[in-house]
């Protein structure tokens, strides 16, 4: 019961933004989900840490999000935190909408402080939630480790990874997106 609880989270979004220029390729509608375990020194978003912080996911804000995505310039969807997997609550609602309206038009871009090989090996909702991303940003932020100018990641330890070519390959060397 615990568990589910932690997989789940309590279905609040800490933000939104419609128009990001930095939360993955192109212009993208992000959102931030509330609740993360991990604690990070240095965390970028600690406010999002709490599990009820923002407000709840309505109907109503996933089809505010599916309209921020319409536009032709917007590129796709991202999803922060707090910690994704731990929020599927918000997330598969979500995905599932976009996957409905955009299918494989428009990209899910994911960030997590869980790695992608502890994500493959789980037999739950959150390996279905991983086959739906097209990039994961994996790995907890390592404060020691912060770089200013990494591209979508804050620390040398995080990896920008394509997961479909995960999938098919089973190769990180081969999935890594962007150095
Ligand atoms: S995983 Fe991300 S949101 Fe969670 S504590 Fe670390 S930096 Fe903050």
Redesign the pocket.
């Known amino acids: 019961m615990i568990a589910e609880r932690i997989i789940q989270g309590s279905g609040y979004v800490a933000k939104i933004e419609t128009h990001s220029f930095v939360d993955g390729e192109g212009v993208r509608c992000s959102l931030y989900v509330s609740g993360?375990?991990?604690?990070?020194s240095?965390?970028?978003?600690?406010a999002?840490?709490h599990f009820r912080y923002g407000e709840p996911l309505t109907d109503a804000l996933v089809a505010e999000v599916i309209a921020a995505c319409e536009p032709d310039y917007i590129a796709g969807l991202s999803i922060?935190?707090?910690?994704p997997f731990c929020n599927l609550a918000v997330t598969m609602p979500l995905i599932h909408a976009f996957r409905e309206r955009f299918g494989e038009t428009k990209d899910i871009w994911v960030?997590?402080?869980y790695q992608l090989e502890y994500l493959m090996q789980l037999h739950d909702e959150r390996l279905k939630m991983l086959e739906q991303i097209d990039v994961l940003v994996d790995g907890?932020?390592i404060q020691k480790l912060y770089r200013p100018n990494l591209a979508y990641r804050?620390s040398l330890n995080q990896r920008v990874i394509h997961v479909p070519t995960y999938i098919a390959t089973q190769s990180v060397a081969r999935a890594i997106y962007v150095e």
């Open positions: 993360c375990p991990f604690r990070c240095g965390c970028y978003n600690v999002a840490q922060l935190g707090g910690e960030w997590t402080g907890m932020f804050g």
